[in-house]
C-alpha cells in the first residue's frame, strides 16, 4: 500500500510539514515528500512522522519534549536542573547560560520532514505519534521510543524524557517481537510475539 501525503487543518507547530506555521483548509500535498513512496504516516499532538517503503523514518512538527529525536532545549534544560539538583545556584545559572549560548543547536519547530537517523541504520515499519512521544517499530521487530517520559509511556522503566532514539530493552530481554505499536496521548501499546 502507497500513502500520499496530504496535510490540512492543524494549529501553529509545523506538524503539517508545508515549512510554514498555518492552517490548511484543504488538503495539500507534501511536497518535501512528492516522489517518495510511503508505508505508514502517524499523527500526535503536535507533530507527526511517516515511513517510505525504504524503511526511512521523517519528523517534522514541535519538538518541545524531544518527540522529533531532534536536540530539544526545553529538554536540556530540564535535564540540567535534575542533574545539578542539591548544588549551589551559580552552577545552575552558568549551566542554563550555556545552553542559552548553545541555542543554534536546538530545534523547537521543524516545519520540513527531516529524515530520522536511528542507530545501527535500522529500517522502519511502523511509527506511532503520541500527544509528545514517538514509537518506531523496525522490520526486525524491535521498538524505539523517544520524547515525554512523564508517565513511562517511553518503556525505559523510568520516567525519563529524551531527544534520543532508545531500543526498549525489556522488550528484547522477554524475547519478545513487536508485531504493532499505537502511541495514546500519555501511553504506548504493542502487540507482540512470543518466540
Known amino acids: 500500500m502507497t500513502f500520499r501525503n496530504y496535510n490540512f487543518l492543524a494549529f501553529r507547530h509545523g506538524q503539517l510539514g508545508h515549512g510554514t506555521l498555518e492552517s490548511e483548509p484543504q488538503p495539500r500535498l507534501l511536497e518535501a515528500l512528492a516522489g517518495v513512496a510511503m508505508r505508514a504516516v502517524a499523527a500526535g499532538g503536535w507533530h507527526?512522522?511517516?515511513v517510505s517503503e525504504a524503511g526511512d523514518l521523517y519528523v517534522w512538527g514541535w519538538n518541545?519534549?524531544?518527540?522529533?529525536?531532534?536536540?530539544?532545549?526545553?529538554?536540556?534544560?530540564?535535564q540540567a536542573q535534575?542533574?545539578?539538583?542539591g548544588t549551589g545556584d551559580t552552577e545552575v545559572t552558568a549551566h542554563r547560560e550555556q545552553l542559552a549560548a548553545e541555542d543554534t543547536a536546538f530545534i523547537s519547530i521543524q516545519g520540513f520532514p527531516a529524515l530520522l537517523d536511528l542507530p545501527q541504520e535500522?529500517?522502519?515499519?511502523?511509527?506511532?505519534?503520541?500527544?509528545?512521544h514517538t514509537a518506531a517499530l523496525t522490520r526486525d521487530g524491535q521498538l524505539y521510543t523517544w520524547g515525554w517520559g512523564k508517565y513511562g509511556q517511553l518503556g525505559h522503566e523510568d520516567k525519563a524524557s529524551s531527544d534520543q532514539p532508545r531500543r526498549v530493552e525489556a522488550l528484547v530481554a522477554a524475547g519478545l517481537r513487536v508485531e504493532e505499536v499505537t502511541c495514546g496521548p500519555w501511553a504506548t501499546y504493542v502487540c507482540v510475539l512470543e518466540p
Not at 535500522?122 to 509528545?132: D, K, M, N
Open 82 to 85: 535534575d542533574e545539578s539538583a
Open 122 to 132: 535500522l529500517e522502519v515499519s511502523a511509527v506511532s505519534c503520541g500527544s509528545r
Open 64 to 78: 518541545e519534549s524531544g518527540q522529533l529525536a531532534l536536540p530539544s532545549k526545553a529538554l536540556a534544560e530540564e
Open 48 to 50: 507527526s512522522a511517516s
